[in-house]
C-alpha cells in the first residue's frame, strides 16, 4: 500500500484520530516522511522512526514546518520502547518498517515480529495497529526478496493479538488489529473499500 496518506486508509484513520480520541501516532519505517506529514495534521502527536539516516534527515527536512513530530533513527524495535514509554495513553500505530528485495535497503529486514512484542507487552487494550504490506505476510514473497526473514500470517497473527482479544482483518494490502469495540468501524470501512465479495 505505502501510505496511509492516500484512500482507502487516509480517511479511515482520521475518523480514528477524530471520533474515538486517539491522539498520538507511530510510525515504523519513515521513509521521506510523506506520512509523518500527513499525520502530524491528524494527530496531536506523531512520533516515527526510520533506520536509514539520510531518509530521516530528508524527512525532517520535508517536515519542518510541523512542531508535532518526534524523529528517531535506528533500528524500530531498538528505538520502539523509548517511544512507547513516551505515550500516555491508546495509540494508532502505523507498522512498515519491513524493506527487501533492493527496495529501501540494502537487505531484506522485517522487524515486525519484535514490535508487535513490544506493542502487546503495553497491554492497552485500545492501541489501533495497521501493518502495511500485508502481501509480504499472507503469501511468501517472490524473489529477490528472502522469504525467510518474512514471518508467515499465523506468526504475525499470533504476535499482534496473543489472547485473541481484538478484531483482525486483512485488506487493501494492510493488516488492521483493532480494539474489539471498534469492530463495527472496522467492518463499516471493510464495505466501504470493497463492497462486494
Request: proline content about 8%.
Amino acid at each position: 500500500m505505502g501510505s496511509l496518506a492516500q484512500d482507502p486508509f487516509s480517511s479511515f484513520v482520521r475518523v480514528l484520530a477524530s471520533q474515538e480520541g486517539y491522539a498520538d501516532f507511530v510510525e515504523t519505517g519513515t521513509y521521506l516522511g510523506g506520512t509523518a506529514r500527513w499525520a502530524a495534521d491528524v494527530f496531536s502527536r506523531v512520533l516515527t522512526v526510520e533506520i536509514n539516516p539520510k531518509f530521516q534527515q530528508q524527512a525532517r527536512e520535508i517536515c519542518a514546518d510541523r512542531n508535532n513530530i518526534s524523529f528517531f533513527v535506528g533500528r524500530a524495535e531498538e528505538r520502539l520502547p523509548e517511544m512507547l514509554r513516551s505515550l500516555q495513553g491508546p495509540a494508532v500505530f502505523w507498522l512498515d518498517a519491513h524493506a527487501g528485495g533492493g527496495w529501501y535497503g540494502d537487505k531484506d529486514d522485517c522487524p515486525l515480529l519484535a514490535e508487535l512484542r513490544l506493542i502487546t507487552a503495553r497491554d492497552v487494550v485500545d492501541d489501533f495497529v495497521i501493518i502495511d504490506d500485508a502481501r509480504g505476510f499472507t503469501a511468501p514473497p517472490p524473489p529477490p526478496w528472502d522469504p525467510d526473514v518474512w514471518p508467515p500470517i499465523r506468526s504475525v497473527l499470533d504476535a499482534i493479538d496473543p489472547r485473541r482479544e481484538r478484531y483482525v482483518v486483512v485488506i487493501a494490502d494492510a493488516i488492521v488489529c483493532a480494539p474489539m469495540r471498534l469492530r463495527r468501524t472496522v467492518i463499516d470501512f471493510c464495505s466501504k473499500v470493497r463492497p462486494t465479495i
